[in-house]
């Protein structure tokens, strides 16, 4: 069982993150903010997916003003995110968002992060301090060369110490880059002298199967832990397909159970059914379920009963026909033609 880095809690509108909460899944959306329609339109599916907390970009004054609509209609607390230009950052704050993302390597001045952290406090808004491979602060680049662990790490732990020193406590931190290694050095580094919450991801991870993989490994590495109170999965992909593998990879690892969780055998000579057909068919049609089940869908007689017995519904395949399982227990014996409907019967059946 992973145990979690103990956090302080704060929060984010009515979502809280770090202490004893469940780790939280965030994504950003891919629309253009000030299509307040188009964004909404997003938001809700992504929530419907199981996104928790949501962040839109502020690039430009009229994604700002967009953002009044957005917030008031959304039904996951929204973050803006603020580069660049404080400015969208209180004007943000007076459209209601619930939290701001800032990265004090681009926004410049110190004087400038006070004054966006002291409107907040008034407020009531979260921020998030993000420190990213890509705009670290100039003095540090000098001082380390390029990039490193040490060099995010200590930007962070930076601008956390200022964050305290304003009695400004209602904050996250992320730490990213797109070298998995250097991401979980920093990631480390950061926890081991703070207890402020951490919010991880792989940036800039890419598309398909590469992205997923990338951010796997490292979100996984740092999960098996302890670190991370929320996570996002950057994807150059429909921001829903973020959701989904953040899920995955939470449930791979004991931390949250969201949906059906589908144990298959991996393809091998001793099958004797078509089962790849059984399993695509079965992830199709439960895809939206909220029930929180373990089935098992095994192929031969290796290892095929004792993971079915383990799951709450699964199914042994032998030559042409199968036993289904409940609770551990066989239920009947089914065709291989029916095995797919017959399976699906008795998970609709599972409270």
Known sequence: MVERRKTRQISVGWVKIGGDAPIVVQSMTSTKTRDAEATLKQIKRLAEAGCEIVRVAVPHKEDAEALEDIVKNSPIPVIADIHFAPSYAFLSMEKGVHGIRINPGNIGKEVVVREIVEE??????????????????????????????????????????????????????????????????ANLIFAERTDVPLHIGITEAGMGTKGIVKSSV??????????????????????????????????????????????ACPTCGRIEVDLPK??????????????????????????????????????????G???????????????????????????????
């Open 278 to 319: 059984v399993v695509k068919e079965v992830e199709k049609r439960i895809s939206n379920t909220d029930k929180n089940l373990k089935v098992a869908i095994m192929g031969c007689v290796v290892n095929a009963i004792g993971e079915a017995r383990e799951a709450d519904v699964g199914l042994a395949c032998g030559r």
């Open 120 to 185: 907040a406090k008034v407020k009531g808004v979260a921020v998030r301090i993000g420190v990213n491979s890509g705009s670290l602060e100039k003095d540090l680049l000098e001082k380390y060369g390029y990039p490193s662990a040490e060099a995010l790490a200590e930007s962070a732990l930076r601008w956390s110490e200022k964050f305290e020193r304003w009695n400004f406590t209602n904050y996250k931190v992320s730490i990213k880059g797109s070298d998995v290694l250097t991401n979980i050095k």
């Open 321 to 351: 026909f199968a036993w289904i399982f409940k609770k551990g227990r066989p239920v009947r014996k089914v065709d291989e033609e029916a095995m797919a409907e017959e399976l699906l019967k008795e998970i609709e059946s599972m409270e």
């Open 218 to 263: 490292g979100i996984g590495i740092l999960l098996y832990l302890g670190i991370g109170d929320t996570v996002r999965v950057s994807l150059t992909d429909d921001p829903v397909v973020e959701v989904e593998v953040a899920y995955e990879i939470l449930k791979s690892l004991g931390l949250r159970r969201k949906g059906v969780e589908i144990v």
